[in-house]
């Protein structure tokens, strides 16, 4: 009676033997399954962030104008043929053609991810100019109803005296 033991596929992977093409075939797989594992919980967290982003960015709606200008060249799609392209506070890329079509971009849709990146690269450095341009206008309003109004309640003292 033979006591020799067929080699099992743990035993064969976990012995100095050199793999079998079965064994290597198999640790691929493996591999794959664990990058698609990983995939698809980084692609959860992205879908995540692209939501929080676009409802912050709509919080700040009063700090920003309705839509923010996008460089055509930062799109780097058509861009010869983009006369002008808006995000706006949604997450809708607006493109504006040269010849008069428009069209709607979906920056919340997967498919739009890498349109999503450009756009963010583009308009992040902007934020800083616009919430300077935001500042000096509520800078403007009080300095010129501070003035008035200092006008208006000296006047109006003059006349509650004279008409008292």
Do not use: W
Request: glycine share 2%; proline share 4%; with cysteine.
């Amino acid at each position: 009676m033979s006591t020799a033991v067929e080699p099992t596929l743990n035993s064969r992977s976990q012995s100095n033997a050199t793999n079998t093409p079965d064994d290597d075939l198999l640790q691929s797989l493996k591999a794959v399954k664990e990058d698609i594992g990983q995939i698809c919980e980084m692609l959860l967290e992205e879908e995540n962030l692209v939501t929080l982003f676009f409802e912050s960015l709509a919080k700040l709606a009063p700090l920003l104008p309705s839509t923010i200008p996008v460089s055509p060249h930062a799109l780097l799609e058509n861009v010869a043929e983009v006369a002008r392209a808006d995000l706006d506070l949604r997450g809708c890329l607006i493109l504006r053609y040269h010849d008069g079509r428009l069209e709607l971009k979906n920056l919340k849709n997967e498919t739009n991810r890498d349109l999503l990146m450009r756009t963010v690269e583009d308009i992040v450095p902007k934020f800083k100019r616009l919430a300077k341009d935001y500042r000096m206008n509520v800078e403007y309003r009080i300095k010129l109803l501070s003035s008035v109004t200092k006008e208006l309640q000296t006047l109006a003292d003059g006349y509650s005296r004279i008409s008292s």
